[in-house]
């Protein structure tokens, strides 16, 4: 065996470089995990101090007008809004500045340059007193973010309009379900205890909360994954991921951004003792709620879905034809 002139042998100094690249490696893997643990503070620091300086602007009715006056609805439903305008005086005079702009408008970055605005959006509040829409701030945290890529944080903003068109109206207060982008409770009936089954029956108090953004009751026992389970969604809360059981016995890491949950379509159908309908091709449709009948009469179904691809989804037939399911369905 050969030594060196201290004694130790050629094997033994290649055993211990090898120990201490290992060791290396290691070091480097915590130092980079401490370092994604830092940025995504610094996100969530930065993105709640956005969040806030936004709502108190639009809180001032001049600012709300300024930013989204002579537009519909619909026009800021699908992103016109490109940027926040605050009304401030100088010298007497009036005047107008935008306050952060979206990405694509700008190739503007915020906080330690590692923050973009995706975009800006709205869904219409249904069943208020008064017309009330919520307007969706969504960020993007960059692709080696924690947790989810993107976040989306609600302004509630009341307004009026003429010829369909806002000419007056202001922020309210912020309420911990805007927080995530989440509508009032009977936005859905989805039953989600930590998953999300395609033929979940719908009960009132869901856990689940779907205009921006998807949350899940992280305190109940996780099911198994089964045949019977095919399709089943499941949320691990030890990575931040979404898991897809796809009729095996493990569960497949199906990632957090793979569907846009702030779109989804709502499909109605009325139940029938011998037809098969079809409901659409869509990557996911769930039970959201049913009138007339039970979840078991709202069977759906779908060939080799891995909800990643655009399959053709379908309502089998009932025992009955006489109440209505309604689905949601997401691309």
């Known amino acids: 065996m050969l030594h060196n002139d201290r004694g130790f042998s050629l094997v033994q100094v290649l055993i211990s470089s090898g120990l201490l690249g290992a060791a290396a490696l290691v070091g480097i893997k915590i130092m980079a995990t401490q370092e994604r643990m830092a940025k995504n503070t610094n996100q969530k620091y930065e993105i709640g101090y956005i969040h806030e300086e936004i709502w108190r602007n639009l809180q001032d009715p001049s600012s709300c007008e300024a930013t989204f006056s002579n537009l519909t609805l619909t026009e800021i439903s699908d992103g016109a809004i490109k940027y926040i305008s605050k009304k401030y005086s100088l010298n007497n005079e009036n005047r107008n500045t935008s306050l952060y702009r979206t990405y694509s408008n700008s190739r503007q970055l915020y906080g330690a340059k590692n923050l973009k605005i995706q975009s800006y959006t709205a ?15 969504t960020f993007d945290k960059g692709a080696d973010s924690l947790g989810s890529k993107t976040i989306a944080k609600g302004i509630p903003i009341v ?18 379900e805007n927080e995530e982008g989440a509508q009032e409770k009977d936005t859905t009936k989805l039953k989600i205890i930590k998953h999300l089954g ?11 909360a779907i205009e921006s953004t998807i949350s899940f009751d992280t305190q109940s026992e996780l099911s198994e994954c089964s045949p019977e389970n095919q399709g089943m969604i499941r949320y691990d809360d030890t990575n931040e991921n979404l898991l897809l059981c796809t009729g095996s016995s493990s569960w497949k890491s199906w990632g957090v951004n793979n569907l846009d949950w702030s779109r989804p379509t709502r499909v109605v159908s009325k139940t029938s003792k011998t037809d098969t309908q079809i409901i659409g091709e869509y990557k996911l449709c769930v039970l959201g709620a049913v009138e007339g009948s039970n979840h078991n009469q709202c069977h759906l179904s779908a060939p080799e879905t891995d909800l990643i691809r655009l399959v053709s989804w379908e309502l089998r037939p009932s025992i009955n034809d006489l109440g209505s399911c309604t689905f949601l369905c997401f691309k």
Request: negative net charge.
């Open 198 to 208: 395609i033929n979940t029956p719908p009960l009132e108090g869901a856990t689940l």
């Open 159 to 176: 307004f009026s309009t003429s010829n369909s068109k806002i000419v007056n109206c202001n922020a309210l207060p912020i309420s911990s």
């Open 123 to 137: 869904v219409s509040r249904e069943g208020s007193l008064e017309p009330i829409f919520d307007f969706f701030i």
